[in-house]
């Protein structure tokens, strides 16, 4: 009888846990679909480069110059995240093909998930900020990935060198010097670095809400069951490479819940601007954020 009420608490104590985790993220975003609900203005565009030129970067770098992590596990996460996501591409790029799927219009959708927007408050709030200098490791390789290979498959083609342009990269690049050499920048600087990356968390959650309460999805039940096979893959890799690379427990949790997050909104965007069918990613954007409701608070029950 002590047993069964133990267990008990035990997954009280779980699930309220999962709920303290995950509920400041989906308020956030659900902030941001009420208010253009209730036809308040917001210049996504204007918020969205904010975010991807200043306050991204700035929480990018210094989150790796300040990390107290050995750079050894900061590497080996590296290199499971290039694995996983090379993974991800090739299981995704056979299912594409196997389904008939067109690949300009669905491989990315189906490879890159929502690392910044939901990832990386999803892994401060789930472990702290040890967990978030893990996150923004996954977040670099899949945003580097993504800037190159993902934007040559919508665009049909294409110089990937044009991810060298993006602040995000450079930020990870100086970050991850700063971090190998243990430089430090003048405090009044790192200060206010440090105030501008914090803008990053909010902004990308309240626009996550907004982006969604303006997109037109189409095929919601097309959407639904690769929404919910994308996770269950992702889930699967994440988890096998993770330990094929005898990741610590936090490192581990963070790359499976970094790679199985929901499609990205800059999935829509770069094939709204590139011509491929940007309704139906629409429609994998929303189902697979909505599916996220349920996934999300799962695999954390695994993960923590």
């Known amino acids: ?26 308020l956030l975003a659900l902030i941001g679909f009420l208010w253009v609900r209730l036809g308040f203005e917001y210049r996504i565009e204007f918020v969205t480069q904010l975010a991807m ?18 750079p050894a596990a900061l590497t080996t996460l590296s290199l499971a995240s290039v694995a996983a996501y090379g993974a991800i591409t090739v299981v995704a790029w056979i299912g594409a093909r196997l389904a008939g799927l067109d690949l300009r219009t669905y491989l990315a959708p189906l490879t890159f998930g929502n690392t910044g927007n939901l990832g990386l ?8 900020e040890t967990g978030l200098s893990y996150a923004v490791v996954v977040f670099a390789v899949m945003a580097v990935w993504s800037f190159t290979f993902g934007v ?18 450079w930020a990870t690049l100086l970050g991850a010097l700063f971090l190998w050499q243990g430089w430090q920048t003048p405090k009044f600087l790192t200060n206010t670095l440090d105030l501008v990356g914090q803008l990053a968390i909010p902004l990308m959650l309240i626009t996550l809400g907004v982006a969604v309460a303006r997109l037109r999805p189409a095929g919601l039940g097309h959407a639904f069951l690769l929404s919910l096979v994308k996770v269950a893959a992702t889930v699967a890799i994440g988890w096998g490479i993770g330990l094929a690379f005898g990741l610590a427990s936090v490192p581990f949790a963070v790359l499976v819940l970094q790679v ?13 601007k ?31």
């Open 260 to 272: 199985s997050t929901p499609v990205a909104v800059t999935s829509y965007m770069l094939a709204t």
């Open 53 to 70: 030129t200043l306050s991204v970067p700035a929480l990018i770098f210094t989150a790796l110059m300040k990390t107290e992590i050995e």
């Open 152 to 169: 040559w498959i919508v665009a049909g083609g294409g110089s990937p060198i044009k991810a060298l342009k993006e602040p995000l990269v």
């Open 274 to 304: 590139y011509g491929a069918d940007a309704d139906a990613v629409a429609g994998l954007v929303v189902v697979s954020t909505l599916t996220a409701v349920a996934t999300i608070p799962l695999t954390l029950a695994f993960l923590i």
């Open 121 to 128: 408050p999803l892994a401060l709030f789930a472990f702290g």
């Open 1 to 26: 009888m002590q047993g069964g009420r133990f267990c008990g608490k035990q997954t009280v104590n779980l699930t309220l846990t999962v709920i303290e985790i995950v509920a400041p993220v989906f």
